[in-house]
């Protein structure tokens, strides 16, 4: 960005909790408009993720790792501690709906008030994803239907292994 020679590196923090295809649309937009990208996933066990952080950080890998400019890391903590850590500028949300519009105005402005120097930047996904939730689509495969083109295949494999191992409802057989 620019021809101060200033590099722009934003981070992309969410749950992850899986990868959707509008998380990937938000990442591709992301990469043409900043030098670096770094996907930062929150490491929040108390949320009962269906996948571990390893996990998630494995399939963000395996989906986003080849990308240039993108990076994949995991963090702790206050969001904006880790985006100093990190020198990032910016940070990158997806707005899919009116309805996502507050929660993430009061976390832009927490975020502003906690670290005036660094700016929230909302992008919207393609309309094609503008449904499309980790937790609609952890759902529907639960229930047995299908969510080809809505997440990338890699996941689609692993909650079905994943589901397959779990009896409905999401407990675990002990
Ligand atoms: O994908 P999500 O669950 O909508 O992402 C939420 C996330 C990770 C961006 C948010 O919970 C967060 O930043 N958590 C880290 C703790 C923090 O900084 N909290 C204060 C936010 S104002």
């Given at each position: 960005m620019g021809g101060s020679g200033m590099q722009v590196t934003a981070v992309y923090p969410g749950?992850?909790?899986?990868?959707t295809n509008g998380h990937l649309d938000i990442i591709t937009r992301g990469v043409r408009l900043f030098d670096r990208i770094i996907i930062a996933i929150l490491n929040n066990p108390e949320k009962n993720p269906l996948f571990s952080l390893e996990e998630r950080m494995d399939i963000l890998q395996a989906v986003v790792g080849t990308l240039p400019k993108v990076r994949v890391e995991s963090f702790d903590g206050l969001l904006i501690d880790y985006a100093r850590e990190r020198r990032a500028q910016v940070i990158v949300r997806g707005l899919r709906?009116?309805?996502?519009?507050e929660y993430e105005y009061q976390m832009a402005l927490m975020n502003r008030k906690l670290a005036p120097d660094i700016e929230t930047v909302f992008m919207m996904p393609s309309e094609a994803y503008s449904y499309v939730s980790s937790q609609l689509v952890k759902e529907v495969v639960r229930l047995g239907g299908s969510v080809e083109g809505l997440v990338p295949l890699p996941v689609i494999d692993r909650m079905r292994t994943r589901y397959d191992s779990r009896p409905p409802g999401g407990k675990r057989r002990s």
């Open positions: 749950t992850f909790d899986p990868i709906a009116l309805s996502d519009f």
